[in-house]
């Protein structure tokens, strides 16, 4: 996944061009945005209308009770992150018992196909997360968030539609998300190389962060064909969708993310990691009970 993020950077340099790029390659200063070109006239109507649709079906939480609340991303247009977005969706919802309600699905399109879904804009992302902070109550409710793409040596994920669109996401970038709307409570799992990097910012006791590498480490199967990446089909694919918990998944992927990079002679191996906050596992072990009776 490491190369392709030169391929975003190169996207800068044509956009903004030589003399920008050598000035300054992140143009935002820390913050999150992107270098975008506007979609054609009818595709931008109907971007606006797939995302309004998506945040209008977005439902207040039941007071009393702990709702959770989906957030899927795919950042990188192409087929394989959207195909793992889409059914890792799935999966999440039915194991963690989430109606349309309460999920919402972003993504950078799936190559030269029909776009389906809301952008991966970063203002559509900010926007989600800060619906769902508007409906739901910090105190008593969960947000999971799963987000897939190539990742950076710096962290950062990729977020990047060929020809129209490029820009980074960070760490911090979520972290501060979370703060200003309010969202406490929280699952966020990452598939991209360098995924590690998620660990440290994000941390606490009402958090748990699962990555598909180490932060020094690059992922693996994220050719455009395929239909997961080695961490979603070994994590989402068979751990959850074969009924283990989400915390519990992660060891039963590792193990089996291992042996495919053994088997293919794949080194420096992914090293997938996790950081599991007390209170946040206790809520979402009561959740997963739940869903089971």
Not at 38 to 59: D, G, H, I, K, Y
Not at 113 to 129: D, E
Request: aromatic letters at 8%; proline letters at 6%.
């Amino acid at each position: 996944m490491a190369k392709a993020w030169a391929l975003a950077v190169a996207f800068f340099v044509g956009l903004a061009g030589p003399a920008a790029a050598q000035q300054q390659r992140d143009p935002f200063n820390g913050g999150f945005g992107a270098l975008e070109l506007a979609f054609s006239p009818p595709e931008a109507a109907r971007q606006v209308e797939l995302m309004s649709n998506a945040m209008s079906a977005l439902q207040p939480q039941t007071p009393g009770q702990t709702d959770v609340y989906l957030l899927v991303a795919s950042f990188w247009g192409d087929r394989v992150f959207e195909s793992e977005a889409t059914q890792a969706e799935e999966i999440l919802r039915a194991h963690l018992g989430i109606d349309a309600g309460h999920a919402i699905l972003l993504s950078a399109g799936a190559g030269a196909a029909a776009r389906r879904f809301p952008a991966s804009t970063p203002n559509n992302l900010s926007a989600a997360i800060g619906r769902i902070g508007a409906l739901i109550d910090p105190a008593e409710d969960m947000v999971v968030v799963f987000l897939t793409s190539h990742g950076s040596p710096d962290g950062s994920m990729a977020l990047r539609e060929a020809n129209r669109m490029t820009a980074a996401f960070r760490p911090a970038h979520l972290r501060d998300a979370f703060a200003a709307a309010n969202v406490r409570n929280r699952v966020v799992i990452v598939s991209a190389c360098f995924s590690g990097a998620f660990i440290a910012p994000l941390a606490d006791d009402n958090t748990i962060v699962i990555t598909a590498a180490a932060p020094d480490r690059s992922s693996f199967g994220c050719q455009p064909e395929n239909d997961w990446t080695f961490f979603g089909d070994a994590y989402f694919n068979h751990a959850v969708r074969g009924g283990a918990p989400l915390v519990g998944a992660f060891d039963q992927a590792k193990t089996l993310i291992d042996q495919w990079e053994h088997e293919r002679n794949l080194a420096p191996p992914s090293n997938p990691q996790r950081y599991v906050g007390a209170r946040a596992a206790a809520m979402l072990s009561r959740v997963e009970r739940d869903v089971r009776r």
